[in-house]
C-alpha cells in the first residue's frame, strides 16, 4: 500500500509507517553518498526537479531510519 502525500504533506500517521514507504511517498532519490568526513550525516539536495537524500556510506538499520527521517522532514514542507 503507499501513501498519498498530496502537496508535500506527511500522513497523520506518519511516525509509525516504514521509511521506505515514506522515500517512495515522498518520491525522493536516495544515493550513497561519496563524502567520506566522519561526522558528515547526510545532506538534502534538490536537483534535475526532485529532492535527493545523500546518505553517508555504509549506514543501515536504525541509523539509516533516522537520518531518512530527519531528510525528509526538512524536505517535506508542513
Not at 525522493?28 to 566522519?38: L, Q, Y
Not at 536537483?47 to 517535506?76: C, K, N
Amino acid at each position: 500500500m503507499s501513501v498519498a502525500m498530496s502537496g508535500g504533506c506527511w500522513p497523520d500517521d506518519w511516525s509509525g509507517r516504514p521509511v521506505d514507504e515514506l522515500i517512495e511517498a515522498a518520491d525522493v532519490g536516495v544515493v550513497e553518498s561519496s563524502i567520506t568526513d566522519p561526522e558528515f550525516l547526510g545532506a538534502a539536495v534538490w536537483a534535475v526537479g526532485r529532492w535527493w537524500l545523500h546518505l553517508p556510506a555504509g549506514l543501515v538499520g536504525l541509523e539509516r531510519d533516522v537520518v531518512v527521517r530527519e531528510l525528509l522532514a526538512r524536505t517535506i514542507p508542513a
